[in-house]
């Protein structure tokens, strides 16, 4: 006997076994299920199968040679795949019992079905992944699993499927060709604010199969700017810093203006804890804060606007402190602009404030240059034309020394340089240190 694989056995004069059932199975394969009665008590079985033609089924025969497989008795249905399709193959089924093997029993022929389309692949839907891209997911088609080598799926198809535009109201669509077997598929080059649904095919050794049913239709994202870098700072004052930030790149819809927010805490970006600046121009790639705290430690955050709306707010800038607050700087440029028989009008550009307010000004004045027995008072201060005036009434025909000091919430600034008024000479002779200066130059 021709046996492959397997011992041989010496079959007794045992009846033959019962015919077997064989099946056809989906592209290449069968099923082989052995019959034989509960009180057979059958321990094992044995199948042998070959490709062959009508007349050949003799088990001495020529031709192709036999494959023999061996189970044990609870296997009662056996597949196999791998078969030439469209091609007769023949079966035959031993079984061993307490009394010894039966004689094989008369051959059957099967022949195997030849692979048919793929299955409709089910369960399509896709996800939005970028501005322009959608990822698609789907279910291989129900037959994927048992389906033989042969007959196994080579490529996919995803349609894209659009509304129409202007004169074109029947659909758009475009077909993508996949060359891998996979179940998901990223589609680029998708349109913002347009709506999209998709279907996918399968494909195999026989063709095409089936569209799957619509995907539920997505909507692409508008083409809102991305989210910037996080922007710069520098050249901090007690009140203001300098913010810089990078525009995104160049694209079809252009950005309309940006926003800044600034507050002192990292996390709690709430309303009440920051500031917004809007509608800074796009032309700007820098921009001058203002009214920031002095001594105070702020963190700011940008974003870009267009027609379809705002990006995200961009991750914090590095922390910036303002400067500390302190007293006010040193009165400089004191002046007498006017002088008058009892009375004359002292004028300086204002103070530097150094982060809190001016609250006043004190001034003294002594008959001698070491300011010796100063007097001092509490001027009534008038800001006029960007310089800050005051008028001292009822001098006497004496030398006068002024000097002058700014005053804040941190305390009273250095006393400004001297500015010396003879009141015994005539007014028109009289002339303050800076007039002379302008004079001489």
Not at 272 to 281: A, M, R, Y
């Amino acid at each position: 006997m021709g046996v492959t694989g397997l011992d041989i056995v010496e079959l007794s004069a045992l009846p033959q076994a019962a015919t077997p059932i064989v099946l056809q199975m989906p592209a290449g394969a069968v099923k082989v299920l052995p019959r034989w009665a509960d009180e057979d008590e059958v321990s094992k079985w044995r199948l042998k199968y070959r490709l062959g033609t009508k007349d050949d089924i003799d088990f001495n025969s020529d031709g192709e040679p036999w494959l023999e497989l061996e189970l044990r008795h609870f296997t009662r249905e056996l597949p196999l795949s791998g078969l030439e399709f469209g091609q007769p193959y023949h079966f035959k089924v031993a079984i061993e019992t307490p009394d010894g093997w039966s004689d094989w029993s008369q051959a059957v022929e099967c022949v195997p079905p030849e692979p048919s389309l793929p299955g409709k692949c089910a369960a399509v839907y896709s996800l939005v992944k970028g501005d322009s891209t959608a990822e698609i997911r789907w279910t291989k088609p129900v037959d994927f699993a048992v389906t033989a080598q042969c007959a196994r799926i080579t490529r996919y198809q995803i349609r894209v499927t659009w509304p129409g535009e202007g004169e074109q109201s029947e659909d758009c669509h475009q077909d993508i060709i996949i060359d891998e077997d996979t179940d998901t598929w990223d589609v680029p080059n998708l349109l913002s604010v347009t709506n999209y649904t998709f279907q996918v095919a399968a494909e195999n050794i026989t063709g095409w199969g089936e569209w799957s049913d619509f995907s539920p239709a997505i909507t692409m994202q508008p083409p809102v700017p991305i989210t910037l870098n996080s922007p710069t700072l520098r050249r901090a004052t007690h009140h203001s810093a300098v913010i810089q930030w990078q525009h995104p790149p160049e694209s079809a819809t252009l950005v309309e203006s940006f926003r800044f927010r600034y507050g002192t805490s990292l996390t709690k970006w709430i309303p009440k804890d920051f500031v917004e600046i809007q509608d800074v121009s796009s032309n700007l790639s820098q921009y001058v804060i203002e009214s920031l705290k002095p001594g105070s430690i702020y963190y700011f955050q940008v974003r870009a606007l267009n027609t379809y709306g705002m990006g995200i707010w961009s991750d914090s800038s590095i922390p910036i402190r303002t400067l500390d607050g302190k007293e006010p700087s040193k009165v400089v440029e004191l002046r007498v602009p006017h002088i008058y028989k009892s009375f004359i009008t002292l004028q300086w550009p204002p103070a530097e404030e150094n982060g809190y307010p001016l609250t006043g000004h004190l001034l003294r004045y002594a008959h001698t240059p070491d300011m010796e027995k100063p007097v001092e008072i509490q001027p009534t201060v008038v800001r006029k034309d960007g310089c800050d005036t005051c008028d001292i009434r009822h001098l006497r025909k004496l030398k006068y020394h002024f000097q002058v000091a700014a005053i804040n919430k941190m305390g009273m600034a250095e006393w400004s340089d001297m500015v010396v008024v003879d009141m015994t000479e005539p007014p028109h002779a009289i002339e303050d240190s800076s007039t002379r200066a302008l004079k001489n130059a």
